[in-house]
């Protein structure tokens, strides 16, 4: 079945008409269709609980596939008229309709459901077609399908949904504008031509032993009267599926053009009609159903009484189950998280304790204060055992004698080959070297920039004097820091 198919039910008293309907182009095909027959006990106080089950079972047994459900009631469940609104203006109409409408057919407002379509427009306000049902009916049909998973989502009158697939079919003669009439052996429909507003619909019941013709015939006068366009309309095109119209006749009593209309003109029928549906019954059904299928007007009961909610439900529903899901989530995340901080400051406690515990041992007994210091520390005393081990420190460190004699000799080194040095004495002290000579001329010069430039070394005091061509120095050297 077609997943964007939709379900029209037709209630009236006594039968249900059910078919499931899909758009094909701009038209409604219908791929399914069924009655059931309501008991006749049923039919007191109207009690809709029993043929709603019986729809959704009959609907599982076929296994119809639909996205939406769409009813539409019959005229003898509803009462229609036309009153006069002071606005023109949909929604100022809608605030004031039902005020209107208590006054003008004697409804109890609190306790019915309202819809209205403007007729026509005028300075003076509109002329509204007002549809009211009582509330019971409509809450006993609504509650006994949400009870079997049928919420459906438009509630109209059988004449609108009529009127619905003939606006469709009389697109080929939008220039003559003829009036439609749709007739079985119980009621009957009359859409006149749109002037202003929505095409006037008139519905009304019929009786099996009526003579059909003359009835035709009497109410297409009335109806001239009433409405101007109708007056004008020189065709009358019929849909009579069960007969007992004489269309000659008919011709001869009203002097206009009398043509029928078959339900192909209307529909498709991908299915044999079944013998117990009424053709014009299975049209008003998918009627219903192009209310959702195909863009038009809607005259709608459940926005007024018990509005539809059910993609609302579905998607507070999707949020409810996300939000809690979403719930669950972050305080799995949030406990995975808190069990991982806690784990990560055990490892980092522990490691610490471990650090601070070899490090006292690497350091001598020094605590631990600052990583980041204790790493500066642990740097310099590795680059210090580096050295150790290359032969430039003893163990002891820079400050150690053989490290002092060591840059003291790198600085005599740097002196140039040509200067004749004679070291006398050098004395060693835990903070200096005294340094005691000789040089040839200026040749102190050299030894005491030697000094300078290395960069271990620092010049504390100098003394010089010549004597006996050469030059005596005395040179106290320090440790650079």
Do not use: W
């Amino acid at each position: 079945m077609e997943q964007n198919a939709c379900l029209g039910i037709y209630i009236a008293p006594g039968r249900v008409t059910v078919v499931l309907a899909a758009r094909a182009g701009g038209r409604v095909e219908l791929l399914e269709q069924f009655c059931i027959a309501v008991d006749s006990d049923q039919q007191q106080g109207f009690s809709f609980a029993q043929t709603a089950q019986a729809i959704s079972t009959a609907c599982n047994e076929k296994q119809l596939v639909f996205s939406d459900v769409a009813v539409s009631i019959d005229c003898r469940l509803y009462r229609q008229q036309v009153i006069h609104s002071e606005f023109s203006e949909p929604k100022q109409i809608a605030q004031t309709i039902k005020f209107d409408a208590e006054e003008a057919i004697a409804i109890n407002a609190a306790e019915s459901a309202v819809a209205f379509e403007i007729a026509s427009k005028g300075l003076s306000g509109a002329e509204v077609s007002v549809f009211a049902v009582s509330g019971s009916v409509i809450s006993e049909i609504i509650l006994a399908m949400q009870n079997n998973k049928l919420d459906p989502v438009t509630i109209e009158p059988d004449s609108i949904c009529i009127r619905r697939l003939i606006e469709q079919a009389s697109v080929s003669d939008a220039e003559t504008k003829p009036v439609y009439i749709a007739l079985s052996q119980e009621k009957c429909f009359i859409v006149s031509p749109q002037q202003q507003g929505n095409a006037p619909v008139r519905a009304f019941l019929t009786d099996t032993v009526q003579n059909k013709t003359a009835m035709l015939a009497r109410e297409i006068m009335l109806t001239a009267a009433s409405s101007p366009a109708a007056g004008q309309a020189g065709k009358i095109i019929i849909y009579a599926p069960e007969g007992g119209v004489d269309t000659g006749v008919l011709n001869e009593q009203t002097n206009l053009t009398i043509e029928t209309l078959d339900s192909a003109a209307l529909i498709i029928a991908k299915n044999q009609q079944q013998d117990d549906c009424s053709g014009l019954d299975v049209l008003i059904a998918a009627g219903a159903a192009a209310g959702l299928l195909v863009k038009g007007t809607k005259v709608d009961f459940r926005p007024d009484f018990m509005p539809y909610q059910g993609k609302k439900t579905t998607l507070e529903k999707g949020v409810k189950i996300l939000s809690v899901s979403l719930a669950v989530l972050f305080v799995a995340l949030g406990i995975f998280g808190h069990l991982q901080y806690y784990r990560t400051n055990s490892y980092r406690n522990r490691l610490e304790d471990k650090f601070q515990k070899e490090y006292s041992l690497a350091m001598t007994g020094a605590k631990l204060k600052k990583t980041s210091e204790a790493v500066r520390k642990l740097q310099s005393e590795i680059n210090r055992i580096k050295d150790v081990k290359s032969g430039l420190l003893s163990a002891s460190g820079e400050d150690s004698i053989e490290a002092k004699l060591t840059f003291l000799l790198e600085a005599i080194n740097g002196v140039p080959k040509n200067v004749d040095i004679d070291i006398d004495k050098i004395a060693v002290t835990t903070k200096t070297m005294t340094l005691t000579g000789s040089t040839s001329g200026r040749g102190y010069l050299q030894l005491f920039d030697a000094i300078d430039k290395h960069p271990k070394l620092a010049k504390s005091s100098e003394y010089y004097e010549s004597k006996d061509g050469r030059d005596h120095f005395r040179l106290t050297i320090a440790l650079e820091q």
